[in-house]
């Protein structure tokens, strides 16, 4: 096992502080864009444009292990991972997780985010939030010398 410790600079910190804001604006943005009716793969499309044009940055999984899209995209029961494609439509009853990967000078952000649709299930609203809640719980655990298993 690796023991090494890898310290950032105050620089360094300050460019993955940078990458991770970046990354916080491509989900503000989608706050208006994620809709029903709206398909993966025009958010994909939306991401690229907003990541490459605006944010003069580049979408870190587009070509990672030959992979063609910036985002992934899983509606409903897929559970990660899921590819955009342009014949999967938001329905009004959908979530949907969209995960992105930006890089900015030489530092990679790495987030998610679940958006429900104006009319999903008290069913799926109560999982995202009981999911929610569980990923603050888990956070709350970490902290320096905290072991994962």
């Not at 299930?121 to 320096?144: H, L, R």
Request: glycine share 4%.
């Amino acid at each position: 096992m690796n023991n090494s410790v890898m310290i950032k600079s105050e620089a360094e910190i300050e460019l993955m502080r940078e990458s991770g804001k970046l990354l916080a604006q491509v989900f503000a943005a989608l706050d208006t864009f994620v809709k029903p009716g709206v398909s993966t793969m025009e958010i994909n499309d939306f991401v690229e444009k907003y990541i490459v044009e605006e944010l003069q940055a580049r979408p870190a999984s587009k070509g990672q292990y030959d992979y063609q899209y910036v985002l992934n995209s899983s509606i409903n029961e897929v559970v990660c991972h899921g590819i955009p494609k342009t014949t999967e439509i938001l329905k009004p009853k959908d979530i949907i997780n969209l995960d992105i990967t930006l890089e900015k000078n030489g530092f990679i952000t790495d987030s998610s985010k679940m958006y429900v649709m104006p009319e999903a299930s008290k069913k799926a609203i109560k999982i995202v939030k009981k999911n929610y809640q569980a990923m603050w719980e888990g956070i709350k655990q970490v902290e320096p010398g905290a072991k994962t298993r």
